[in-house]
């Protein structure tokens, strides 16, 4: 019932958060126009990556629930990585056309609506506060993340309504296409530390919270392991990891010292973050085929 309760307060949070988003970012499309302020038109790119976010994020709550199935063995925690591709790449086209943008304001300086930048800069700042204190109080892996993304937004809402207010009492021409420049570095910064990551998962490298080397050691300094190899460990996406082995023991005379072997090897695991392990069992006398 506890479980069911927090599932739902984690689904509504993230449809909350994501029509909230999505709303004020095609409002601050126009508003950018209408202002003719490049910096609002660069956190509209930002919100737009945000509310694929928030959408992705609400829409993989519920999948993410569906059993593992006869296609997708290990379940559909690794369509979040798919989903990361392409809210990167939002991110980076929209960052690269506004900087371009920014260039050309710099080389044909225009007027700013001071006002309209404040305005919607106290109003940025009121509905992205809002949505990142409904998820902030969430407890699953998808609201934290998204939290911070909105939080983000509330940072560079607050840089706006500064040039706006600076703008509104001196004319500084530079001001608003330099803060565009500063929001779109920042995206793309951000941008390209996420991609890497989730490169790395894609091409199966082991995550940085786990230590082969150290699983390694632990499991060869039982009494009964002569050593291991095939070891394995990759992520499925960021948080859920998955190891595999084989070990090679050393003489033994019953099943059930084979069986406290096991034992002591799955205990020595749960101190780490896998989801699912697979352990291969060899006495003295098999030759492991895979083994190279």
């Known amino acids: 019932m506890s479980h069911d309760h927090s599932h739902h307060h984690t689904h509504s949070n993230l449809k ?3 029509f909230l988003n999505l709303a004020f970012t095609i409002l601050e499309i126009v508003g950018g126009i209408y202002t003719n302020s490049v910096a609002i038109l660069s956190d509209a790119v930002h919100d737009l990556g945000d509310s694929f976010s928030l959408g992705l994020a609400w829409y993989l709550d519920k999948k993410s629930k569906k059993s593992a199935s006869s296609q997708f063995s290990f379940g559909f925690q690794r369509f979040s990585l798919a ?3 392409v809210n990167a790449l939002i991110l980076l086209l929209g960052s690269i056309y506004l900087i371009s943008e920014a260039i050309q304001r710099f080389q044909n300086p225009e007027v700013s609506d001071a006002q309209g930048m404040i305005l919607f800069a106290l109003l940025g700042i009121l509905v992205n506060g809002y949505a990142a204190f409904k998820v902030s109080k969430g407890s699953s892996q998808n609201e934290k993340v998204i939290s911070w993304h ?3 937004d509330v940072l560079g809402w607050a840089a706006v309504l500064i040039a706006g207010v600076v703008l509104y009492f001196k004319e500084i021409p530079w001001l608003d296409p330099a803060l565009s420049l500063g929001i779109s570095i920042f995206i793309l910064w951000n941008v390209f530390k996420n991609l890497k990551g989730t490169i790395m998962i894609f091409l199966q490298a082991v995550p940085e919270d786990v230590s082969l080397d150290e699983i390694k050691s632990k499991i060869c300094e039982l009494e009964k392991v002569d050593s291991v190899h095939h070891m394995h460990i990759w992520s499925l996406e960021g948080e859920h990891h998955v190891f595999t082995v084989h070990v090679k023991l050393k003489p033994i005379e019953t099943l059930i010292e084979l069986n406290e072997i096991k034992t002591e090897i799955k205990k020595l695991l749960k101190a780490y ?3 699912h392990y697979t352990i291969e069992i ?10 190279s």
């Open 16 to 18: 909350l958060a994501f």
């Open 83 to 85: 989903g990361a591709f």
């Open 150 to 152: 909105l939080i983000e």
């Open 273 to 275: 973050p896998f989801s």
């Open 282 to 291: 060899e006495d003295d006398q098999e030759e492991c085929l895979m083994r």
